[in-house]
DNA sequence: CGGATTTATAACCAGATGGTTTTATATCGT
DNA sequence: ACGATATAAAACCATCTGGTTATAAATCCG
């Protein structure tokens, strides 16, 4: 798991514009223009945000016409996943001990919070 | 899912820096100090980081004495997660295609590639 | 050929980022 | 009270980022 690859990743996905643009390859090609149509945006700026995706390995280009259709290439992400993966059992934790505790309060019976933490 | 939570959370992960603040983390609690001693960074650029970690939630501290202890909080991890999995299929697809043409390689026996390709 | 469409490129700008050095603040130990 | 330790804060700097406008390049259509 090259650094630079998550460096790339990451930063690519910290962006809201380039997270809908991905969202929206999910339903298949696009244009340029079609990409740009749902944002407030001139076609430069999503241009833009198209290069870092590419530079990122998220999206790869054709050819058709004067058009350069973009497609989702999802595979960096799996090592954003898989570097999260690290990490499961330390949200896991969280919700145990959630668990753990909505457990003990209900031992009580219920609406045991209420007669227990006067 | 809040957007600008997605935000800061890959925005903190797109630093190998931060990175490896989180994966030190996963053994327990630590100061700054220990935290900036692996780094060639002054004390001041560690902070800074911890401070992009703390914004984005991943880093609580909490206070013993002059330290101020640093704990994981793997949380919104799990948000960045939620929002990878949209794309679980699409970079099994790749391997679904890549299985598939091995499995046509292999029909046609071992050292069909040899054989095939000329 | 000539105009329209699609995309990229360049130049520019404001603000964020990642780092530094220097200095201040809080707390310990003696 | 004093020096040492741990951390934060401030000021500064270079570079990156996200956006713009204006322009160029490529390709279609008639």
Redesign the interface.
């Known amino acids: 798991m090259a650094?630079?690859v998550?460096?790339a990743t990451?930063?690519a996905?910290?962006?809201?514009t380039r997270?809908a643009i991905?969202?929206r390859l999910?339903e298949g090609e696009a244009t340029v223009t079609e990409l740009a149509a749902p944002f407030a945006m001139t076609q430069p700026g999503i241009s833009k945000h198209l290069r870092v995706l590419e530079r990122a390995g998220l999206v790869s280009r054709g050819r058709d016409a004067q058009r350069r259709p973009c497609r989702?290439e999802?595979?960096p992400?799996?090592d954003?996943?898989d570097?999260?993966?690290?990490?499961?059992s330390?949200?896991e934790?969280?919700y145990q001990k959630l668990d753990a505790l909505l457990g003990e309060l209900n031992q009580n019976g219920p609406d045991a919070t209420e007669r227990d933490i006067p």
């Open positions: 650094a630079d998550l460096d990451f930063a996905l910290a962006d809201p997270r991905l969202a999910r989702l999802a595979a992400l799996k954003a996943v570097w999260l993966a690290n990490y499961r330390y949200w934790e969280s």
